[in-house]
């Protein structure tokens, strides 16, 4: 049993109203049968559905969806029901639908997916089966962002400037390098053509919304047009302002009020039919006042912290539908973070005062082409091929010169990687299609910086073979399995300075650089089934589902060894230096994570279901200590009823997460909890109010009170929030 009697209330609750709205539906449905067919008129199916994609049609109150295309995942489309592994792909209704604050909001109902670090934004840190921080991909717009910290979140961005967000979970370093150990997130931002239809021009969109968990309030504005023939034109602007987070606890999470400015400007011309070139920036800036470490509970060590991202991008590519030798892409892309921050107090590791400042760039470029042709009749293959390269470059100051903790250094990739998708029907006179995709990546890295004497350098090569069996459109099997590396971070690698002082006794522990950590790598053996149904219960629904279980085998993973003696019971406190620790990262020689997942959808004219499950597990198997950032197990489920007669969505969703008692640490358990948001969308499809949307939720409806692993903090309480947006194009 993984619910609490509370759990057990509010899930009693939920399956009621969940009944209820399926009994309802035919009544409902038979009312609307004109309604639903009149909609319907035109349209044509769309084929198999997909699981792992959360969306529906056009307008959220719409028909089914389309189906979905995930190009994270082999860097050329795919349908993700197909795909050998999993991968959510969550398209821009369904970023509507969740009405997010942070990049949490967007991603908190994806399978073996959670955040880490308190409900603070500038604190979150994304976690992928058992990886978290560098372990993990994260791109925006085909952008690497490689800022890492201890204590901060690894990306900034504002989900008002977002279309869209693929998830791939599982080793993904034959297409990504280093950093491709626990996964791939891609954040794709807005475009011209997610606003404007065929036969526009021009046209903004403008919102107004709002949530009182931490009064928070926002303000966005786009203007999006095609001044002529083959050329796009965007620009956005979002503001938000937020004041202490009200946690379920019944406390205020001090210091946890921030102001924030986020924009976006993109364009695109044709150059020629098959020719495009495109540019975009983006900025973030994020100015609070909270503790130097954004994931504790507050009250000390404060900082006055701005932090600001930049994100440059320059993409040009070619697309000729009579060309099966070229399909070409090519991407050149700048990012910086840096944070000011200056002390508020003398309770941390330097006088009041003080200001210090970390910095990091990322420029690189990326090409890849594919090749489409037939080895035989019944067969068809995509060969996807290219090279990347990028640099990053660390640089931290304070006011007596180079900042501790932040080491300056620099560090250069280089990949170069190939892949083949081949599709083979009936082969060896089996029934149905066997699909394969075998891939491998090579890649170098150095790294410099002047607490090293001699640079490091290391070459890896990263091997990954998937196939997926359907014998029947209905039914598929699949198997991969992929070998994956992460390299050392500056900031292991490098770190010097002070990590913590216990205040009034003289204590403290030092970082100890190590530049000979190896790269930790890991093998990854995965496999799972999956169903996929249209026209079940009633004409044009569908049913999918998708089940995988994983299991990784680890070397050298990189972990943070804390060596601090107890005061009187390891050493004297009252003898200088005795009790002083020290913080280095070591490689655990040997580690294992297992876990399972399960995602599926259920939907119809009048319905829309989504379920998950996960769960995950993973310890050193030299000493048996739990290992990797570890998740309890957790069922999600979303539910919505559509109203197209006035053209509405009402929805609820639920999560329950089990007790967690995987730790080392018996401080670091926590207890199961359950907590449920509702939801509606309005959405005027015509007459005088198209172009309206207004979406009201209440996220963690019943007050919940529950922490999540590694966070210092209780969650958010319950939150109302509205959303008011108009749109106009002419």
């Known amino acids: ?233 965007l620009g956005s602007v979002a503001r938000r302002r937020s004041g202490e987070i009200e946690l379920g606890d019944g406390s205020t999470l001090t210091d946890s009020d921030d102001s924030i400015v986020s924009g976006l400007v993109k364009g695109g011309v044709d150059l020629t039919d098959h020719h495009r070139l495109e540019v975009s920036f983006s900025h973030f800036s994020n100015d609070a006042e909270e503790p130097n470490n954004a994931q504790g509970r507050g009250g000390e060590d404060l900082v006055d912290k701005e932090i600001a991202t930049d994100n440059a991008r320059v993409a040009y590519s070619y697309r000729n539908p009579d060309n099966d030798w070229v399909d070409l892409d090519v991407v050149a892309y700048y990012t910086r973070f840096k944070a000011d921050e200056l002390r508020l107090d003398d309770l941390g590791a330097g006088p009041e005062g003080e200001r210090l400042t970390r910095d990091v760039e990322t420029i690189g470029a990326r090409i890849d082409n594919r090749t489409r042709f037939r080895l035989a009749e019944q067969s068809r293959v995509i060969l996807t091929y290219g090279a990347e390269a990028y640099r990053d470059e660390q640089e931290g100051e304070s006011a007596s010169g180079d900042r501790e903790g932040v080491p300056n250094a620099d560090g250069t990739f280089a990949g170069l990687y190939g892949q083949a998708q081949v599709v083979l029907v009936e082969p060896l006179s089996l029934p149905g299609e066997v699909h394969v995709i075998p891939g491998l990546r090579f890649d170098h890295y150095d790294f410099s910086s002047d607490v090293a004497s001699t640079d490091t350098t290391e070459n890896r090569l990263s091997p990954r073979i998937g196939l997926t069996y359907k014998p029947v459109p209905w039914f598929m099997v699949f198997g991969n399995y992929a070998e994956a590396f992460r390299a050392p971070t500056f900031n292991e690698m490098y770190l010097t300075g002070t990590h913590f002082e216990m205040a009034g006794l003289g204590i403290v522990n030092r970082f100890v650089p190590n530049p000979d950590l190896k790269p930790q790598t890991t093998r990854t053996v995965e496999f799972g089934a999956g169903l996929d149904f249209k026209d079940i219960l009633f004409e044009r629904d569908r049913f999918d589902v998708k089940v995988s279980h994983f299991h990784m085998w680890g070397d050298d993973f990189i972990d943070l060894a804390v060596n601090q003696p107890a005061p009187f019971a390891d050493c004297n406190p009252f003898r200088p230096g005795a009790c002083d620790g020290t913080t280095t990262s070591t490689n655990v020689p040997n580690a294992e994570l297992w876990g399972t997942e399960i995602e599926g959808n259920y939907e119809n004219d009048r319905i829309r279901l989504g379920l998950g499950f996960s769960s995950i597990d993973g310890e050193n198997t030299d000493t048996g200590e739990k290992l990797g950032m570890l998740t309890p197990t957790r069922v999600t489920l979303d539910t919505g009823l559509k109203v197209p007669e006035i053209d509405s969505l009402i929805g609820w969703r639920m999560t329950v997460a089990g007790r967690f008692d995987k730790v080392n640490d018996p401080a670091e358990k926590r207890d199961a909890y359950d907590v449920h948001d509702v939801y509606a969308v309005y959405q005027p499809s015509d007459g005088v109010l198209k172009g309206l949307r207004v979406d009201l939720g209440i996220d963690n409806a019943f007050d919940e009170d529950y922490s999540r692993v590694y966070t210092g903090a209780s969650e958010s309480g319950r939150n109302f929030k509205a959303l008011v947006s108009y749109s106009m194009a002419w």
């Open 1 to 233: 049993m993984i619910r609490s009697d509370r759990t057990g209330r509010h899930a009693a609750l939920f399956a009621g109203g969940l009944l209820g709205t399926v009994l309802a539906a035919p009544a409902v449905w038979a009312q609307a049968t004109e309604t639903s067919e009149t909609s319907a008129a035109g349209r044509s199916s769309s084929g198999q559905s997909s699981p792992g994609h959360l969306s529906t049609g056009h307008l959220s109150t719409g028909p089914i969806r389309l189906d979905p295309v995930s190009v994270t995942a082999t860097r050329t489309e795919i349908d993700p029901f197909t795909y050998p592994g999993m991968v959510t792909v969550i398209d821009r209704q369904r970023v509507q639908d969740l009405n997010a604050s942070t990049p949490d909001d967007l991603l908190k109902m994806v399978p073996n997916v959670q955040f880490s670090g308190g409900p603070r934004r500038t604190g979150e840190v994304p976690s992928i089966r058992g990886f978290s921080g560098d372990d993990i991909v994260i791109l925006i717009d085909g952008a690497r962002q490689n800022f890492g910290s201890g204590h901060d979140g690894r990306f900034f961005l504002d989900p008002a400037l977002l279309k869209g967000v693929e998830v791939l979970r599982g080793p993904a370093s034959s297409l990504y390098g280093s950093g491709g150990t626990g996964g791939v997130i891609e954040f794709r931002t807005v475009e011209v053509d997610d606003f404007l239809e065929p036969g526009q021009t021009f046209g903004f969109t403008s919102s107004l919304g709002g949530q009182t968990v931490n009064d928070e309030w926002l303000v966005t504005t786009t203007a999006y047009g095609r001044p002529m023939d083959g050329v796009d034109l």
